[in-house]
Nanobody
């Protein structure tokens, strides 16, 4: 069974950067669509970004386009979210997720495997 473990969260000032990692174990995720979601206090979990199995195609929430970059290293069974020019509204718990069917989707319900989340806090 695949397990996902996120890391790299923390506290950063507005305009700063963080790099989140999501390491998979149990089996390779090289054929899975991977995604990042986030959930702020009192809000629903929302889509942030997704990446195709090969890493060729990426998709982003409009508010993070140009600031966040999603990448993957299938040899290391790990995906990354580089977050630059962070804003206070980016504050949330960030979750890594995998879709075993290989379909890009923004809906939470379409993802089969989830990590435990990592906290990102951006101060103004």
């Amino acid at each position: 069974q695949v397990q996902l473990v996120e890391s790299g969260g923390g506290l950063v000032q507005a305009g700063g950067s963080l790099r989140l990692s999501c390491a998979a174990s149990g089996r390779t995720v090289g054929t899975y669509v991977m995604a990042w979601f986030r959930q702020a206090p009192g809000k629903e979990r929302e889509f942030v970004a997704a990446i195709s199995p090969s890493g060729t195609n990426t998709y982003y929430k409009d508010s993070v386009k140009g600031r966040f970059t999603f990448s993957r290293d299938n040899a290391k069974n790990t995906v990354y979210l580089q977050m630059n020019n962070l804003k206070p509204e980016d504050t949330a718990v960030y979750y890594c997720a995998a879709d075993i069917h290989g379909i890009i989707d923004e809906r939470v319900s379409e993802y089969d495997i989830w990590g435990q989340g990592t906290q990102v806090t951006v101060s103004s």
